[in-house]
């Protein structure tokens, strides 16, 4: 049952800012944030660190905030929410070791040598930059872009960019991988 929650917290979350674009004009924007309860809601149901539990408060105090004031900016805040919790598993890792990235790593090579440590380390920085990054555009698209806008960059942009960095960061590891075979 929890992977069922898993599943329905990653999808809700994939088509939360096209659900919003596409509900803003037709309801309240307090109608609107029983989504973002319900993303709460699954959210703590499925948490496994504390900072899941974090983020589901976050998204829970957006929710309230956009009941209370009737208002789209604290839903178009939660792309925002997400990068920040993203940025700080990811940093937090870099701070008490083993990374996010050398975990799933791991999980293909459990005797990861140092070399292999020191890159998926190198690479949780640069997953790191990129939720700043993101997390910062998500923001200014929030302040100050209109809803299509918003919707456009954090429910399509955002995940090409985010796709794109999967897969450059798939072809250096083969480089990186294969020029070690080779030394």
């Not at 957006?62 to 208002?71: H, I, M, P």
């Not at 960059?153 to 985010?162: D, K, P, R, V, W």
Request: positive net charge; hydrophobic residues 60%; aromatic residues 12%.
């Amino acid at each position: 049952m929890s992977r069922v929650r898993a599943t329905l917290v990653l999808l809700l979350s994939l088509a939360y800012p096209l659900l919003v674009y596409l509900a803003l004009g037709r309801f309240e924007p307090r109608w609107l944030a029983l989504l973002l309860f319900a993303l709460a809601l699954l959210r703590a149901a499925t948490a496994r660190e504390p900072v899941w539990l974090v983020a589901a408060a976050g998204a829970g105090a957006l929710a309230v905030l956009t009941t209370l004031l009737n208002d789209a900016l604290p839903l178009k805040l939660y792309p925002v929410l997400v990068n920040a919790t993203l940025l700080a598993v990811f940093g937090i890792s870099l701070r008490y070791p083993p990374t996010v990235v050398e975990r799933l790593a791991r999980l293909r090579h459990p005797q990861l040598p140092p070399s292999g440590v020191a890159y998926t380390r190198r690479v949780t920085q640069v997953w790191c930059g990129f939720f700043l990054f993101n997390g910062l555009i998500a923001l200014a698209t929030a302040l100050y872009a209109n809803d299509r806008a918003w919707a456009l960059y954090n429910g399509f942009i955002a995940y090409l960019l985010m796709g794109l960095l999967f897969a450059g960061e798939w072809l250096v590891r083969r480089r990186v991988m294969a020029g070690q075979a080779h030394g």
